[in-house]
T-cell receptor, first 116, second 111 residues
């Protein structure tokens, strides 16, 4: 079974500072990895995904993540935080379930606070 | 383009009452459909998934059930709600590829 660990349930950064949200995964096969963002009382929105192409993946809203196989990591970064980035962020890994369905296994989430 | 709808957006129900949450997807055919629950302070838990009409797989034993009466309709039900059923319920769909796309969610409060 695959698993995802997000280090730090709460991260605070100042506006304009670097955002770094950590994600480590375990997988017995090459993984597909995702970052989703959730604003209060809303569904999850896909930020970016890694599907075995380029190891540096660029997403929406200026976010990017780098797949590092040797470290089993997929950390999310943004060079300069904006107030609107305040939200909860989820890392997820995809594995094959029975039949053709694929399950997303989520980390426990990281709440990002951006300070003025 | 594809869109996913969930209703109601918010629901307050007494313990022991029935539940029906609906999810519909537009703009695609034969998607995989998923129900997740997000409890306060916890991550996302996969409850059910479906690869086709009438095909339901359960991931977690509970007093909830799911049905897929039409290709793009996925319903989450309960005969008697428990306090522990409170949470944020999310429906998602997937077609080709690995990405799941989520609906806006339903906030359920059981009192």
């Amino acid at each position: 079974a695959q698993s995802v660990t997000q280090l730090g349930s709460h991260v605070s950064v100042s506006e304009g500072a670097l955002v770094l949200l950590r994600c480590n995964y375990s997988s017995s096969v090459p993984p597909y990895l995702f970052w989703y963002v959730q604003y209060p009382n809303q569904g999850l929105q896909l930020l970016l995904k890694y599907t075995s192409a380029a190891t540096l993946v660029k997403g929406i809203n200026g976010f990017e993540a780098e797949f590092k196989k040797s470290e089993t990591s997929f950390h999310l970064t943004k060079p300069s935080a904006h107030m609107s980035d305040a939200a909860e962020y989820f890392c997820a890994v995809s594995d094959l379930m029975s039949g053709s369905a694929r399950q997303l296994t989520f980390g426990s989430g990281t709440q990002l606070t951006v300070l003025p | 383009s594809q869109t996913i709808h969930q209703w109601p957006a918010t629901l307050v129900q007494p313990v022991g009452s029935p539940l029906s949450l609906e999810c519909t997807v537009e703009g695609t055919s034969n998607p995989n459909l998923y129900w997740y629950r997000q409890a306060a302070g916890r991550g996302l838990q996969l409850l059910f998934y479906s690869v086709g009409i009438g095909q339901i797989s359960s991931e977690v034993p509970q007093n909830l059930s799911a049905s897929r009466p039409q290709d793009r309709q996925f319903i989450l039900s309960s005969k008697k709600l428990l306090l522990s059923d409170s949470g944020f319920y999310l429906c998602a769909w997937r077609l080709a590829g690995e990405t799941q796309y989520f609906g806006p969610g339903t906030r359920l409060l059981v009192l």
